[in-house]
Nanobody, 123 residues
């Protein structure tokens, strides 16, 4: 079992930046990839970014590409999401998650989830 704890959310004005963190503990050797998802009220959970844990390769959907950067510190078992040029439509609860497969973009391929951290972007 892997435990995941997100932090770093908050309230920011449009155009601002935030950095989210996700600390993993437990059976961290089972991590193959990690990802960030977000969910706004009344909307489905949306894929935001993913990183393959060993190689560090990353992938983003067009909605955040060029504005968000995912990274990890293997020694600290921590993943980050640097979010720049934030927009009101980025407002959501952000979740980190663990996958046992490479390059996953579907939420169904992740089997451990954090509790979420709220990001609110004001216009």
């Amino acid at each position: 079992q892997v435990q995941l704890v997100e932090s770093g959310g908050g309230l920011v004005q449009a155009g601002g930046s935030l950095r989210l963190s996700c600390a993993a503990s437990g059976r961290t050797f089972t991590i193959v990839a990690m990802g960030w998802f977000r969910q706004a009220p009344g909307r489905e959970r949306e894929f935001v970014a993913r990183i393959n844990w060993s190689s560090g390769s990353t992938y983003y959907p067009d909605s955040v590409k060029g504005r968000f950067t995912i990274s990890r510190d293997n020694a600290k078992n921590t993943m980050y999401l640097q979010m720049n040029s934030l927009k009101p439509e980025d407002t959501a609860t952000y979740y980190c998650a663990r996958s046992r497969v490479l390059s996953p973009t579907s939420a169904q391929l992740y089997d451990s989830w954090g509790q979420g951290t709220q990001v609110t972007v004001s216009s």
